[in-house]
């Protein structure tokens, strides 16, 4: 009986290490596919090197005192403003946003992506996918990962707005740039949109809770 028992324990202990190790590759190559997208896409950007953009993005570093490379590529492939790599940082905008935003609303999107760059949050990004593809089955990360998500719009939300102060201007933007967005998820990038834009205005300022949000961001 008690080598059945050992037997029947060790039966269940590799079949539920079988399912974590399924889950962990399939969780894994879910975030590799997204990456390998990402590099797709910015493989068919255009890297400015001049013109106004080029020119907002050099004043934006310097006013966060970024002195780091950031290579700025245009894209039509990429759904919305944001920021891939780690130690050579791309920031993308994708053409139809930097078309619809007038040169003040474009230095916003700029200064909220260069903060993801000083920040270095595409760092802490890739370890939480990790442990996402890891311990996939523990909801405690998800929800983590969610939170953590948020704090990292919302700081450079707030760093943003230490520079243009105006709020409502701000949340404008971001609604405007989310309406033009695709709404994916890419792995290995920060992109503008990419936590609860409702409760971001929520946040940003309580006499603004009032402004009328499109009910797929709530």
């Known amino acids: 009986n008690t080598s059945r028992s050992g037997l029947r324990h060790a039966e269940i202990y590799c079949g539920l290490t079988l399912?974590?190790?399924l889950g962990c590759v399939l969780f894994l190559s879910l975030w590799w596919r997204r990456h390998c997208t990402v590099k797709a896409r910015l493989s068919n950007g255009v890297p400015l090197v001049s013109g106004s953009v080029f020119e907002t993005l050099q004043r934006v570093k310097g006013l966060l005192q970024e002195r780091r490379p950031v290579t700025v590529i245009l894209s039509s492939d990429f759904p919305e403003p944001g920021v891939c790599g780690i130690s050579r940082p791309k920031l993308v905008l994708p053409k139809r946003v930097v078309e619809s935003l007038t040169d003040q609303e474009l230095q916003a999107v700029l200064l909220h992506e260069v903060?993801?760059?000083?920040?270095?949050?595409?760092?802490?990004?890739?370890?939480?996918?990790?442990?996402?593809?890891?311990?996939?089955f523990h909801p405690a990360i998800w929800l983590i990962d969610h939170k953590l998500l948020e704090e990292r719009e919302r700081a450079c939300d707030e760093e943003v707005l230490s520079y243009a102060p105006?709020?409502?201007?701000?949340?404008?933007?971001?609604?405007?740039?989310?309406q033009s967005s695709l709404g994916e998820r890419l792995a290995g990038a920060s992109l503008i949109t990419g936590s609860n834009l409702k409760r971001r205005i929520d946040q940003c300022s309580p006499t603004l809770r009032g402004i009328e949000v499109l009910p797929s961001i709530a």
């Open 166 to 178: 105006n709020c409502q201007q701000y949340l404008s933007i971001l609604h405007k740039v989310f």
């Open 19 to 21: 399912v974590w190790g």
């Open 115 to 136: 903060a993801h760059v000083q920040r270095r949050d595409n760092l802490g990004s890739l370890f939480q996918s990790w442990l996402g593809c890891v311990f996939w």
